[in-house]
C-alpha cells in the first residue's frame, strides 16, 4: 500500500514537472527568430498557400490557445472532435461525450506531426532513441565499473601517491567539457592513431554492408561512450572514494576485522554495499543526463540518435519534433529518479518509502 501511495504521488510530481516543461520550452521556442510556415511553403509559394498552412498548424491563433491545444494532443485524456477523421488521427478511445461535436477520450499522447518531413513525431523519437540509449548506456557502464574501482583504490590507500593521482585525473575529468573532451579523443584516436587503435573517426552502431547486409559494429561505440562517459566517471570516483573513506571507519568495520575477515569480504560484504547509494544518486541522474547531454558528442561523431534529430530540428524551426524530444528526455529523467528510489529501499533496510 505504501509503495502504491508512494508512486502516485511521485508520478503526480512528474505530470506537473512534465507540464512546467511544456509550458517554458513553448514559449521560448516562440521567441526564436523565424518562420516555420515559410520553411514548409517555400520561398516561391503564395499568400493563399502559406495561409493555409498557417491555419493547418494552428498558427493562427493567439499564443495561450496554441499551448491548450498542444497539452490536450499530448494529454492521455483529451476533449476532441467525434468524427471520424479526428478519431483516426488520435486512435482514441471514447468514454463520454462532453457535447453533440465532442467526446472527452483516452488515447495515447500525441506528439504531432514534423513540420519538415510530416512523419510521426513518436516515430521519429523511437526510431533514434535506440541510438542514443546504447550510447548513453555504454557511457554508463564505463563510468560506473572504472569510477568505481578508482574508488576504492583511492579509499583503500587514503593520501598515497595512488590517492592523489586518481583524485587529481578526476578532477581535470570534470573541468573538461565533454564535448571539447570528445574534439580530442575523435581526433587523437579516431584520426591521427586510427592506425594502431582501428576505431573510425565516424560510424554507427549497425552499418550496412553491400554483402553482408547489416552488420553490428561495436568498435564505433568506443570513442563516443568514452568522450561522453568521462565526466561521470570522474564523478563517481570521487563519490566512491569520498563515502567509502567514511564506511571504512566506522566501528561495525573494526568489529569485522576484529573478527578476523579478510580485506575482500569486509570491502565486498560489508563496506561497498552501504557505500553505494551516494554512487547509485549520480549514476540515476547521469544515466538520464547522458542522453540529453549526448547532443554534442552525436554531432561530433555523427551518431545516429535523439541529439542528432534534435539538433536539425531545432535549426529548422520543427517545434514539435524539438518539443517531443524534450518531453521524452524529462520523462526519462523522472521515471529513473523514482526507479531509483525504489532500488534504495532493496540496498538499504534503513531507507523507508515514507
Given at each position: 500500500?505504501?509503495?502504491?501511495?508512494?508512486?502516485?504521488?511521485?508520478l503526480a510530481?512528474?505530470?506537473?514537472?512534465?507540464?512546467?516543461?511544456?509550458?517554458?520550452?513553448?514559449?521560448?521556442?516562440?521567441?526564436?527568430?523565424?518562420?516555420?510556415?515559410?520553411?514548409?511553403?517555400?520561398?516561391?509559394?503564395?499568400?493563399s498557400?502559406?495561409?493555409?498552412?498557417t491555419?493547418?498548424?494552428?498558427l493562427?491563433?493567439?499564443?495561450?490557445?496554441?499551448?491548450?491545444?498542444?497539452?490536450?494532443?499530448?494529454?492521455?485524456?483529451?476533449i476532441?472532435?467525434?468524427?471520424?477523421?479526428?478519431?483516426?488521427?488520435?486512435?482514441?478511445k471514447?468514454?463520454?461525450?462532453?457535447?453533440?461535436e465532442?467526446?472527452?477520450?483516452w488515447?495515447?499522447p500525441?506528439?504531432?506531426?514534423?513540420?519538415?518531413?510530416?512523419?510521426?513525431?513518436?516515430d521519429?523519437?523511437?526510431?533514434?532513441?535506440?541510438?542514443?540509449?546504447?550510447?548513453?548506456?555504454?557511457?554508463?557502464?564505463?563510468a560506473s565499473?572504472?569510477?568505481?574501482?578508482?574508488?576504492?583504490?583511492?579509499?583503500l590507500?587514503?593520501?598515497?601517491?595512488?590517492?592523489?593521482?586518481?583524485?587529481?585525473?578526476?578532477?581535470?575529468?570534470?573541468?573538461v567539457?565533454?564535448?571539447?573532451?570528445?574534439?580530442?579523443?575523435?581526433?587523437t584516436f579516431?584520426?591521427?592513431?586510427?592506425?594502431?587503435?582501428?576505431?573510425?573517426?565516424?560510424?554507427?552502431?549497425?552499418?550496412?554492408?553491400?554483402?553482408?547486409?547489416?552488420?553490428?559494429?561495436?568498435?564505433?561505440?568506443i570513442?563516443?561512450?568514452?568522450?561522453?562517459?568521462?565526466?561521470?566517471?570522474?564523478?563517481?570516483?570521487?563519490?566512491t572514494?569520498?563515502?567509502?573513506?567514511?564506511?571504512?571507519?566506522?566501528?561495525?568495520?573494526?568489529?569485522a576485522?576484529?573478527?578476523?575477515?579478510?580485506?575482500?569480504?569486509?570491502?565486498?560484504?560489508?563496506?561497498?554495499?552501504?557505500?553505494?547509494?551516494?554512487?547509485?544518486?549520480a549514476?540515476?541522474?547521469?544515466?538520464?543526463?547522458?542522453?540529453?547531454?549526448?547532443?554534442?558528442?552525436?554531432?561530433?561523431?555523427?551518431?545516429?540518435?535523439?541529439?542528432?534529430?534534435?539538433?536539425?530540428?531545432?535549426?529548422?524551426?520543427?517545434?514539435p519534433?524539438?518539443?517531443?524530444?524534450?518531453?521524452?528526455?524529462?520523462?526519462?529523467?523522472?521515471?529513473?529518479?523514482?526507479?531509483?528510489?525504489?532500488?534504495?529501499?532493496?540496498l538499504?533496510?534503513?531507507?523507508?518509502?515514507?
Open positions: 500500500m505504501k509503495t502504491v501511495s508512494f508512486l502516485l504521488k511521485r510530481h512528474g505530470l506537473l514537472i512534465l507540464l512546467g516543461v511544456v509550458v517554458t520550452v513553448f514559449f521560448l521556442f516562440n521567441v526564436l527568430p523565424g518562420d516555420p510556415v515559410a520553411l514548409l511553403a517555400g520561398q516561391r509559394s503564395d499568400l498557400t502559406r495561409e493555409a498552412i491555419k493547418e498548424l494552428g493562427d491563433k493567439p499564443l495561450p490557445v496554441q499551448l491548450l491545444y498542444y497539452v490536450n494532443d499530448i494529454s492521455p485524456l483529451g476532441h472532435a467525434a468524427d471520424s477523421a479526428t478519431q483516426a488521427k488520435y486512435d482514441y471514447k468514454i463520454v461525450p462532453v457535447s453533440g465532442k467526446v472527452l477520450a488515447k495515447t500525441y506528439l504531432r506531426r514534423s513540420f519538415q518531413s510530416n512523419k510521426n513525431v513518436t521519429i523519437l523511437l526510431d533514434h532513441f535506440t541510438g542514443t540509449l546504447w550510447l548513453a548506456a555504454a557511457a554508463m557502464l564505463i565499473v572504472i569510477g568505481i574501482t578508482f574508488g576504492i583504490l583511492a579509499a590507500k587514503p593520501h598515497s601517491w595512488l590517492d592523489h593521482t586518481l583524485i587529481s585525473t578526476s578532477i581535470l575529468g570534470i573541468s567539457p565533454s564535448f571539447v573532451a570528445a574534439i580530442l579523443i575523435a581526433m579516431g584520426f591521427y592513431w586510427s592506425h594502431l587503435t582501428g576505431l573510425n573517426l565516424t560510424g554507427q552502431l549497425f552499418e550496412i554492408d553491400p554483402f553482408e547486409g547489416r552488420k553490428l559494429e561495436l568498435r564505433n561505440l570513442l563516443p561512450a568514452v568522450a561522453l562517459g568521462i565526466r561521470p566517471l570522474a564523478i563517481i570516483t570521487q563519490l572514494r569520498s563515502s567509502m573513506v567514511d564506511v571504512l571507519s566506522q566501528d561495525y568495520i573494526r568489529t576485522r576484529a573478527k578476523g575477515l579478510s580485506k575482500s569480504n569486509i570491502i565486498r560484504k560489508h563496506a561497498l554495499k552501504n557505500a553505494l547509494n551516494p554512487v547509485i544518486t549514476v540515476s541522474g547521469w544515466l538520464a543526463s547522458l542522453m540529453a547531454g549526448a547532443f554534442f558528442i552525436e554531432y561530433i561523431f555523427n551518431w545516429k540518435g535523439l541529439g542528432s534529430v534534435t539538433l536539425r530540428a531545432v535549426e529548422n524551426l520543427d517545434f519534433v524539438v518539443m517531443g524530444a524534450t518531453l521524452f528526455i524529462a520523462f526519462l529523467f523522472i521515471l529513473i529518479n523514482i526507479l531509483v528510489d525504489l532500488m534504495y529501499t532493496v538499504d533496510p534503513r531507507v523507508k518509502l515514507d
